[in-house]
């Protein structure tokens, strides 16, 4: 509104002490205004907008979710931004990159599915006179898991007569063999030896002996509150996750057998997430 204000008041002073040059460079001053509108929208449209991956959360924290910005093939996009939920990112140019990925970092507030909507891409290339934008949908969401809260709690620890005895082969007690390397396994546990040989990762596995599980049960947390009592129950699949101790979780309609490891925990977290007591 400035710039127009700026040329139309060069406008009326060229036309009032009758000067060409101040009439001129008014007409070139809302020329390029003019061309500054076609210039942004162009560099705004043929890009393509697709949806990336999310990485879960806990309440109280932010949620990950990634874009991917891929150029159109006649031309490059400039200083592209991506505006979501109170957060901004920084200006992303497509020239030399075929695809920019973008990381956008979202407040979550309460769990469940973290469902945020549309998101805005704006541009104010080349000139900053103008802004293009446009809205997004690309029905994306995130897992948002309880907020951890320390508190006390009665565990119920089980002797099964099945289970005493039991090999456990994420025990730490004698060799059992090799299996494929996965990404989430320690390096410590690589066999270096078999890949000199093959060229292949594999981790040793070993096994110990269970002599008893711990259930983390619903009817055992003393809180009335709903998400408390998930909050709890949360703060204990975490706690004993970094021991690597076994665990079962017991909620309403919900029974996971006690086990351990990265995918057993992911297992408990989301259905503390997903829980509904209604």
């Known amino acids: 509104m400035g710039y127009l204000l700026t040329t139309f008041l060069l406008f009326i002073a060229g036309v009032n002490y009758d000067n060409s040059m101040i009439l001129n460079f008014s007409f070139f001053l809302g020329s390029l205004f003019v061309v500054s509108i076609l210039q942004t929208f162009s560099n705004l449209s043929g890009m393509v907008i697709s949806a990336g991956h999310t990485e879960p959360a806990f309440a109280g924290s932010e949620a990950k979710?990634?874009?991917h910005l891929e150029k159109s093939r006649r031309k490059d996009h400039h200083s592209i931004y991506c505006s979501w939920h109170g957060f901004k990112s920084k200006a992303h140019n497509l020239t030399s990159d075929h695809e920019v990925a973008v990381t956008c970092l979202l407040a979550a507030k309460?769990?469940?599915?973290?469902r945020p909507g549309r998101f805005k891409l704006d541009s104010v290339y080349p000139f900053g006179l103008c802004r293009a934008w446009t809205w997004v949908d690309l029905d994306m969401a995130a897992l948002v898991y309880p907020q951890p809260i320390e508190?006390?709690?009665?565990?119920s620890s089980v002797s099964d007569r099945e289970q005493e005895g039991a090999v456990a082969t994420d025990g730490h007690d004698d060799f059992a063999g090799l299996r494929t390397y996965n990404s989430s396994d320690s390096l410590k546990t690589v066999d270096w030896k078999a890949f000199a040989r093959r060229?292949?990762?594999?981790t040793k596995q070993f096994q110990g002996y269970q002599a008893k599980s711990s259930w983390l049960k619903w009817s055992e947390m003393h809180a009335s509150d709903t998400e408390i009592r998930l909050s709890g129950l949360c703060y204990w699949v975490l706690q004993f996750s970094k021991t690597n101790e076994p665990y079962g979780l017991e909620l309403p309609g919900v029974s996971i057998s006690p086990g351990i490891g990265k995918q057993h925990?992911?297992?408990?977290?989301?259905?503390?997430?997903e829980f509904d007591y209604g």
């Open 65 to 67: 979710f990634v874009l």
């Open 110 to 114: 309460k769990r469940g599915w973290y």
């Open 151 to 155: 508190c006390e709690l009665n565990m």
């Open 199 to 202: 060229n292949v990762l594999y």
């Open 265 to 273: 925990e992911e297992a408990c977290l989301t259905a503390l997430a």
